[in-house]
Each structure stands twice: as structure tokens, then as C-alpha cells.
């Protein structure tokens, strides 16, 4: 009877244990464990090279090229994505059909397929007949080479990250303001606060857990960033869009090189955990939580 | 308060369903695989039962109408042999997708392999020698394909591929354009005659800009330009490089040159993107002459509102260019059944009177001598000039470079020379920089 009770709790969470072994732990072990191998998928022996993957990995010009649009593309599109999603909250917080209106319309860029998306975005961006630089146009601004330039591509894509997220985020802002008891700026207002200190000791304090949330979820989906890359620019002009996850597609999948591939999604998943320890770390202190 | 709990409500909802998605997005092609797995894995293993093989192939549009069609054909031919055959992207998603399923054990039995990776699969053992099926019970002549396409053929002595949809490069021109102009409309013959021509045909501005000259700034031209300079890409045992040279930044100095003074257009987009663009341009009669494969030439004959003349790439120091397209290869993990069967496919979509109906129908070359001399052949080719170009540019042709490591390579090639073409590099220095990767990808 004793052991049965003591197993119960084991049985009910085996299913989702399995899961999450299986699909979770079994790949990232897998991963680690190629990483230190030279393997070409097809080879029956894969080949145990120690660290020189990942040697291989920091002395390759085009990698920290890659990380660092990696970074600047996820700083870019989060800042962007979230600050905007904020105004658009405290603008459309409010009844009304109009609004209702603008927050669907905001919304429906999150729930369509990116991959599609992408083929619009790429006519939208044609250098020559693109609908952008003919929007540019009227407004009396030079054209812009968009995708096909080094310099702006990678902004290019911050733009379509922005404008996929920005609606998601809005949503869960506004979610977020409706969540603030009316009392505190009942309180406030009798208190004759201003508009301003309202927004910075009441409404921003408040808020601040699903901002933290946001930004969490924001960055870690920004670092993965493929779909666009893959279909938009393919990581050009000259390797300035070319991002982490990308870059692993290219070696596993194209160069016939799984370990240096698997060592560069070890670096990923690192960074990817480090960021969130900082961010529950350091920055959840200044989040408040009710 | 009832609204927000409907927001909620909404977000997990659309949320789920969004995880869901972006999961699937890179499990997705997994999958693709398991329901090819299935199919190979169950065909059949005991002798006089029909056997199901899977062939991949990677030509879209109409050229892969054309494919599949070829594949009822055989499948209702003969009872033995079942084919079943799947569009599986570009000649790049083609590639990733075989490399993935050969990690997993669902490959296909048949695949189409772009020529310059021929090496990379074949180096990793993934390729079954064709030799013993050409020369048994079933075999073919092997002497009757084209010599000039088994270049990307050959792997340490083993006969790796057979030749299917194969091109050269041709310089597409637009007759009528070239005739209003003045000038010749048979098309340059030198560099220095297409830069020329390019000048008097460019012109406009804004949405009313044309120009004489668009070719994607792809690997596969910059061969063809750096052969007609005189160089080489790779030494013919492919251990070295060979493009660093003034040879090889000729080329790049040639449309630095013509785009700066906007007699060339340089298509936007990435690989295939350009080229789809250019061919656009082209038909839209946006620009007068194009470099792009044969493979396109009926497609552009359809399209095309005027008259459309093909013809050599303009030589430098003489003609050159190489041969492209892809060639048939058999997956060595497949069970002998499935090899027999497969091959039985391979030599059928090779014969002679089915190559060249594949190139009436596509404009790719056919690969076989005999069905070079064929009835339909002669009377196409009498009737349509146009498509007898690349079979006669084929005295100048050479392989693509077989290495394993020119998949990567070719990929830096691509991004200096783009660097480049944007002005941030000189060609010396930017080849210098891809020779260097280069030497070590080799070894």
C-alpha cells in the first residue's frame, strides 16, 4: 500500500515525464554528445574530435558575424516589438467597435503563416517595383534596396519581425492594463497625480509582469529567428542576414557537417539559457508582482 | 471584466495554435520523410511482388508536370515497379531534405542530385555504383550517353549518376529588341560586343528603365565567365583552387563594370529568386538579353511576346561554359529489390525516345547520342533552332567542379563576389578571401 502511494504521483506525470525526456532531454543530449563528433549523417562511425568543432566554431569569421546580426536583430525587434506593442495598449485600451476593430486588425498578422508571409513581404520590398519603395516615393524619400543591400537588409527583417509580433504583444498589454484595479487610479486621480506619474508609479509598476513576460518570450523567438531568413534572403547579401539558427540549418543540412552544426546549437541553447537566467535574475527584481 | 476573460481566452487559443505551428515548422520536413520511410520500408521484399520505390525530384512549374507525367507513364507501362514521386523543392531544399532523410533512414530509392553535389553524396557513401546494373541482365549502352554530361558522373571509379535533365547556360536574346536597335540580331559574340550592345539597348528611367543585360550573379555563370576568361575554379583533381587569379576576378570587374553604368541589371533576391526574376525581366521585355539555362527555354518560348533567339555565351579568350542541371543517382541504403526496381526506372526516364521528348517538352539537352540523331531531334531542331544551341555549345563545355566541399565553397564564392558587386571589396581581395576558406574545405 505504502509503495503503491508512493508511486502514484510517479504514474500520473509518466506520460508528460516521457514527453518531455523524449523529445527534450534525448535531442539536446544527443545534440551535445555531436558536437564532439565529425559526422556527415550518412557515415556509420561518427568520429570523436573533442573540442575541435567548437574551435573550429569561434575562429570562423562568418560565425561572429552571425552572432552579432543575431543579437542585433533580436535587440532591434524586441525593443521595437515591445515599446510599440505599450503605446498601442495605452491607445487602444478603450471600448468601443473602432477599437475592437484596430486591435483585430493588429492582431491577424500574428496568426498567419510566416512562411507566406514572406513571399509577400518580399514582393512588398522589391527594389524596383515594390510597393514600399513606391510608398517611399510619394512621400518624396529615395528608394531603398531593402533586401538586396547589406546595409538595410537585416533592418528589412527587424520591420517584418516587428510588424508579426507587435499585435500579439498588444494584446497581452491590454490584457495586462485590464488586470489594474481601478482603485489605485481611482486613488491616483483623487490625489490629482498627473497623467504622467500615473503612467510611471501605477500603470508601468503594474504592468511590469507581463512586460517581463513579453520580453522573455520576445527574445528567446527572436533569437531562433529562421523562417524569414530562409525564405526572404537566404542569410544575404554577403552573410548580413545570416542568423544562428540559420546558420545550423546550413551546415547540418547543406555542407553534410552535423557536429560543427550541433556544436553551433549547443552555443544557442547556452545563450539562450544564460539570457533567461538573466533575465529572471537581474531583471525580475525590478518586476512586481502583486 | 467579461471582456478580458474573452481576450484570454483568445490568446491561449490563438497562442496554442500558433505553438503548434512554429513546432511544426522544422518538424515538418521530418515528417514528409516518415510517410516516404513507410513507403520504402514495406516495399516489397519477396521476389514477383510488385515493389514501390520513392523518387524525388526537384523541378517545379511546368518542367515538373512534365516529370511527373513521365512517372504515370512508367507506372502504367509495366506492372513490376511502382514509382512514387515527389516534388521536394529546389535543387538546395532537394538537397537538405535527402541529407536529413538519409540520417533517418527514410531516403528515397531515386533522387535528382544538382551535378556540383554529386561529389559531397558520393564522398559520404551515399550513392550506389551503377556500374554492375548498366552491365547486367538489364543493363544499357553505356556508350550512347553523351560524353560531355558524365563529367559529374564518376567517384573513384564508381558510376554514380546517370545524366538527366541537363543544361548549359545560354544567352537568351530578344531578336525584336535587338533588330529595332540596329544591331545584329544573332547577339554578341565577344564580351566586349555584349557590353557594347548592352549600352544602345539600355535606356529610360523609373518604371520606364530598360537595360540590355541581366543575369543573376550566381556560381554557375561566374564558371562560365571565368572559363571563357582562360581560368579554372578547381585543379582537376579538385585538392586546389584555382579562381584567385586575374582570370577569375575578370568576371566580376566585367559586371561591376556594366552595372555601374546601369547597362546591366542585377536581379534582386537570393539564388533561385534572381534567377526567376531575371527570366521575368526578360520575357517582360524589361531587359533585351539574359544568361540563363536551357532547362527555361521552352517555358520562355511560351511566354515570350516576340521573337526570342538563343545563343552562345560571348566568349573573352574563347567560348566556355559548364554543363548544369542534375543527374539520377540511386541511394545505397535501398534493399536490393528496391535497387533493381530503381534502376529499371533510371534507365527507362534515359532512354533515348524519352530523353528526347523530355528536352522537346523542356528545352534541357538530351542525354543520349542516339536520340541525338532521332527523327524528332532533327525535325525540332530544324524547326526550332533555338534548341540546338546548347547541344552545339557543348564542344566548349566543361563539368562543374567535383568536390566534395565546393557545396560550401561555392556558397563564400557567391558572398565576395557579392561583396563585390556592392563595392566593398576589391575582386582580388574578395577571391583571395574565399581561395583561403577555400584551401581548407578542399583537403
Known amino acids: 500500500m505504502r509503495a503503491a502511494e508512493k508511486l502514484r504521483p510517479y504514474l500520473f506525470t509518466a506520460p508528460s515525464m516521457l514527453i518531455f525526456w523524449l523529445f527534450f532531454l534525448y535531442p539536446i543530449g544527443y545534440m551535445i554528445y555531436l558536437s564532439f563528433t565529425s559526422w556527415n549523417m550518412i557515415h556509420p562511425v561518427k568520429e570523436f574530435v573533442g573540442l575541435e568543432n567548437y574551435q573550429e566554431l569561434l575562429a570562423d569569421p562568418d560565425f561572429h558575424q552571425v552572432m552579432s546580426n543575431t543579437v542585433l536583430y533580436t535587440v532591434l525587434s524586441v525593443l521595437i516589438a515591445l515599446g510599440l506593442a505599450l503605446v498601442l495598449a495605452l491607445w487602444l485600451n478603450r471600448s468601443g467597435w473602432v477599437y475592437s476593430m484596430m486591435q483585430g486588425a493588429i492582431f491577424s498578422p500574428y496568426i498567419i503563416s510566416l512562411v507566406s508571409v514572406s513571399l509577400l513581404w518580399l514582393w512588398l520590398m522589391d527594389p524596383q517595383y515594390g510597393l514600399l519603395n513606391w510608398l517611399l516615393g510619394l512621400i518624396g524619400l529615395p528608394p531603398s534596396p531593402w533586401l538586396s543591400h547589406n546595409d538595410t537588409a537585416i533592418y528589412a527583417l527587424v520591420l517584418v519581425s516587428v510588424w508579426k509580433m507587435v499585435g500579439y504583444n498588444t494584446l497581452v498589454c491590454i490584457a495586462g492594463l485590464q488586470s489594474i484595479p481601478k482603485e489605485l487610479h481611482e486613488a491616483a486621480q483623487l490625489d490629482k497625480a498627473s497623467v504622467w506619474s500615473e503612467f510611471w508609479r501605477i500603470t508601468l509598476p503594474m504592468l511590469s509582469p507581463t512586460l517581463f513576460f513579453l520580453l522573455v518570450v520576445n527574445t528567446i523567438s527572436s533569437f531562433q529567428v529562421f523562417d524569414t531568413v530562409k525564405i526572404m534572403t537566404q542569410g544575404g547579401p554577403v552573410n548580413s542576414t545570416n542568423m544562428l539558427v540559420y546558420y545550423i540549418f546550413e551546415y547540418g543540412f547543406e555542407f553534410f557537417k552535423i557536429g560543427y552544426a550541433s556544436a553551433a546549437g549547443v552555443v544557442l541553447f547556452v545563450l539562450i539559457g544564460l539570457m533567461t537566467v538573466f533575465h529572471f535574475l537581474i531583471l525580475s527584481r525590478r518586476v512586481h508582482y502583486r | ?443
Not at chain 2, 27 to 44: C, E, L, N, R, V
Not at chain 2, 174 to 185: E, F, S, V
Not at chain 2, 396 to 412: F, I, N, S
Not at chain 2, 415 to 431: C, F, K, N, V, Y
Open chain 2, 1 to 443: 471584466m467579461k471582456k478580458q476573460s474573452w481576450i484570454i481566452a483568445a490568446l491561449t487559443a490563438v497562442s496554442m495554435l500558433a505553438g503548434c505551428g512554429q513546432q511544426a515548422q522544422p518538424a515538418g520536413t521530418s515528417a514528409d520523410h516518415a510517410s516516404h520511410g513507410a513507403g520504402s520500408a514495406d516495399a516489397g521484399a519477396i521476389g514477383g511482388q510488385k515493389v514501390t520505390i520513392d523518387f524525388w525530384y526537384s523541378l517545379g512549374g511546368k518542367n515538373g508536370e512534365i516529370v511527373k507525367a513521365m512517372v504515370d507513364e512508367f507506372n502504367q507501362s509495366q506492372q513490376a515497379v511502382e514509382v512514387k514521386a515527389t516534388y521536394q523543392g529546389n535543387y538546395y531544399d532537394n538537397h537538405a531534405k535527402v541529407l536529413a532523410a538519409l540520417a533517418t533512414n527514410t531516403q528515397p530509392d531515386v533522387t535528382m542530385v544538382e551535378i556540383a553535389s554529386i561529389a559531397a553524396f558520393a564522398d559520404a557513401g551515399a550513392l550506389e555504383d551503377l556500374k554492375p546494373f548498366a552491365e547486367g541482365q538489364n543493363g544499357t549502352d553505356m556508350q550512347d550517353y553523351i560524353p560531355g554530361l558524365l563529367g559529374n558522373s564518376y567517384w573513384q571509379d564508381k558510376f554514380v549518376a546517370l545524366p538527366f535533365n541537363r543544361s548549359t547556360p545560354l544567352l537568351y536574346v530578344n531578336r525584336d529588341m535587338l533588330k529595332k536597335a540596329g544591331l545584329n540580331p544573332e547577339g554578341p559574340k565577344t564580351w566586349d560586343e555584349l557590353r557594347e550592345f548592352s549600352k544602345k539597348l539600355s535606356q529610360g528611367k523609373g518604371d520606364a528603365q530598360t537595360w540590355g543585360f541581366s543575369t543573376p550573379i550566381d556560381i554557375w555563370f561566374y564558371e562560365a565567365l571565368t572559363f571563357q576568361a582562360g581560368g579554372e575554379i578547381l585543379s582537376e583533381d579538385g585538392k586546389q583552387v584555382k579562381f584567385n587569379d586575374d582570370k577569375g576576378t575578370a568576371p566580376i570587374q566585367f559586371w561591376s563594370d556594366m552595372i555601374k553604368e546601369q547597362s546591366m541589371k542585377m536581379p534582386p533576391g537570393e539564388k533561385y529568386d534572381a534567377w526567376d526574376v531575371a527570366e521575368a525581366d526578360f520575357t517582360n521585355q524589361k531587359v533585351g538579353m539574359i544568361f540563363t539555362s536551357t532547362g527555361s527555354l521552352n517555358g520562355i518560348l511560351e511566354k515570350a511576346k516576340f521573337d526570342v533567339g538563343t545563343a552562345f555565351l560571348p566568349a573573352k579568350e574563347s567560348f566556355g561554359v559548364p554543363t548544369g542541371g542534375a543527374n539520377l543517382v540511386m541511394l545505397s541504403k535501398s534493399t536490393p529489390e528496391e535497387k533493381a526496381g530503381a534502376w529499371a526506372f533510371m534507365k527507362w526516364l534515359t532512354e533515348s525516345d524519352r530523353t528526347a521528348k523530355f528536352s522537346k517538352e523542356t528545352g534541357y539537352m538530351p542525354v543520349r547520342t542516339s536520340a541525338l540523331e532521332s527523327e524528332p531531334m532533327k525535325s525540332l531542331y530544324a524547326e526550332k533552332p533555338q534548341f540546338k544551341v546548347a547541344i552545339d555549345q557543348l564542344q566548349y563545355a566543361k563539368p562543374r567542379p567535383m568536390a566534395p566541399g565546393y557545396k560550401e565553397l561555392q556558397e563564400t564564392i557567391m558572398s565576395e563576389i557579392q561583396r563585390t558587386i556592392l563595392g566593398q571589396a576589391t575582386p582580388q581581395d574578395a577571391l583571395n578571401k574565399a581561395a583561403e576558406k577555400g584551401q581548407k574545405l578542399l583537403k
